[in-house]
């Protein structure tokens, strides 16, 4: 089945020490988002690429940064995990607007539960 | 800016009632919503997506409605069971310049009661 798949599911990384998360596809979609999710809140976007685009957004902390070396995976760096960066991060994908012809139907994988001690 | 609204924040009803969400979104300029499941420390689950040009989509048991020039959703659950219980999201996107960003609503806590 196509998917969004998610490594890890659980990760428990220490004050300050760098961890990446990583997303894969099979759906062949041209658009990868990373979002952001804290408990009882809705799911922030941290930044999308469009095709090898990276798009930012402006709130974004400097502290997050994302690599797509191919159109199959994604993956989410943090360098210095702070306390308030526990949460759960959701990897999602698309077709672009011009080509979906409107269908651009965002697919989600199960998330990774970031743990900052 | 786009904010969208859901409402009510939790929901509980007994198993085989129908129900109705409800998710409001500001600005009325966007290319589609979308409606999500999402259960307890998992991903979300897409449901239904409506084109700002349809009225309604309907999926099972599923039916959401569009009405853009009020800036409202609904989305229609009929004959409850205990299975539904999860967070219901509603995101909107963007019209303009061919933005790939949603903007979500906080979702509405659903439970079902056998």
């Known amino acids: 089945d196509a998917m969004v798949i998610q490594n890890p599911r659980y990760q428990v990384t220490q004050f300050g020490k760098p961890v990446t998360l990583s997303c894969s596809q099979t759906?062949?979609?041209?658009?990868m988002y990373w979002y952001q999710q804290k408990s009882s809140q809705a799911p922030k976007l941290l930044f999308h690429y469009y095709d090898k685009d990276f798009n930012n957004e402006a709130d974004t902390p400097d502290n997050f940064q994302s690599r797509r070396p191919n159109t199959s995976f994604c993956f989410l760096d943090i360098r210095s995990p702070g306390l308030g960066d526990a949460a759960m991060y959701l990897c999602a994908t698309s077709r672009d607007l011009r080509t979906s012809g409107g269908g651009n139907e965002q697919f989600f994988g199960p998330g990774t539960r970031l743990t900052v001690l | 800016k786009q904010e969208v609204t859901q409402i009510p924040a939790a929901l509980s009803v007994p198993e085989g009632e129908n129900l109705v969400l409800n998710c409001s979104f500001t600005?009325?300029?966007?290319?589609?919503l979308q409606w999500f499941r999402q259960d307890p420390g998992k991903g979300l689950t897409s449901l239904l997506l409506?084109?700002?040009?349809?009225r309604e989509q309907t999926s099972g048991r599923l039916n959401a409605s569009l009405d853009k020039s009020s800036g409202r959703s609904t989305l229609y659950i009929a004959a409850s069971q205990p299975g539904d219980s999860a967070t219901y999201l509603c995101a909107v996107r963007r019209s303009q310049g061919g933005s790939e960003k949603l903007v979500f609503g906080k979702g509405t806590k659903l439970t079902v009661n056998p």
């Open positions: 409506i084109q700002s040009s349809q």
């Open positions: 600005d009325s300029a966007i290319y589609n």
């Open positions: 759906l062949n979609h041209n658009v």
